[in-house]
């Protein structure tokens, strides 16, 4: 029973007042971060909608990611953001904005090895996927000549025949 008359010990009641002050305690912090990320994009067109924390999530696994991006890529331009698990995200499909970006502005990029590629890593090592800087400068260059235009342009059709003989054997 009760330890004091009037003071109720039910565990919903606690767990409420303790949800209650956590998010007093934490809102305006939540907020000051959120506007900070925010404004460090302006001026790209940002996907609308979304939940606080959440961001667009629910949008991604609506449907194949790849689709919505497409979707979003095309309702945006090659050059968007979207807001998913407290991060902001930007998405270039645009090819100028790719070339400028991997010929003359890669410094200013990072990959995101601690959140978009963590659960891959251990497939994808640390190849020039993953790497950055020197070593991903060296890999690019010990792999650019012998995947010349020329020679990629022969892979679809590889591929076809690959998934022809594949489908047959299933």
Same mark, same amino acid.
């Given at each position: 029973?009760?330890?004091?008359?009037?003071?109720?010990?039910?565990?919903?009641?606690?767990?409420?007042?303790?949800?209650?002050?956590? @998010?007093?305690?934490?809102?305006?912090?939540?907020?000051?971060?959120?506007?900070?990320?925010?404004?460090?994009?302006?001026?790209? !067109?940002? =996907?609308?909608?979304?939940? !606080?924390?959440?961001?667009?999530?629910?949008?991604? +696994?609506?449907?194949? !990611?790849?689709? =919505?991006?497409?979707?979003?890529?095309?309702?945006?331009?090659? +050059?968007?953001?979207?807001?998913?698990?407290?991060?902001?995200?930007?998405?270039?499909?645009?090819? #100028?904005?790719?070339?400028?970006?991997?010929?003359?502005?890669?410094?200013?990029?990072?990959?995101?090895?601690?959140? #978009?590629?963590?659960?891959?890593?251990?497939?994808?090592?640390?190849?020039?996927?993953?790497?950055?800087?020197?070593?991903?400068?060296?890999?690019?260059?010990?792999?650019?000549?012998?995947?010349? @235009?020329?020679?990629?342009?022969? +892979?679809?059709?590889?591929?076809?025949?690959? #998934?022809?003989?594949?489908?047959?054997?299933?």
């Amino acid at each position: 029973h009760d330890v004091r008359p009037g003071l109720s010990m039910d565990p919903v009641v606690l767990a409420t007042v303790f949800l209650v002050i956590v @998010v007093l305690l934490v809102s305006p912090q939540v907020a000051r971060q959120w506007n900070r990320m925010r404004f460090r994009h302006d001026g790209i !067109p940002q =996907v609308s909608g979304g939940l !606080p924390i959440l961001g667009s999530a629910l949008d991604m +696994i609506a449907g194949a !990611p790849y689709t =919505v991006m497409t979707k979003w890529s095309q309702e945006l331009g090659g +050059i968007y953001k979207f807001y998913i698990f407290g991060q902001w995200c930007v998405s270039v499909s645009d090819r #100028t904005g790719l070339k400028e970006i991997m010929q003359t502005k890669i410094k200013g990029f990072s990959k995101d090895t601690g959140w #978009t590629y963590k659960p891959f890593l251990c497939l994808l090592g640390t190849g020039i996927v993953t790497s950055e800087g020197k070593l991903w400068f060296k890999q690019r260059s010990l792999i650019s000549k012998p995947f010349k @235009v020329d020679i990629l342009k022969v +892979i679809p059709r590889i591929a076809t025949k690959a #998934t022809k003989r594949l489908t047959k054997l299933l």
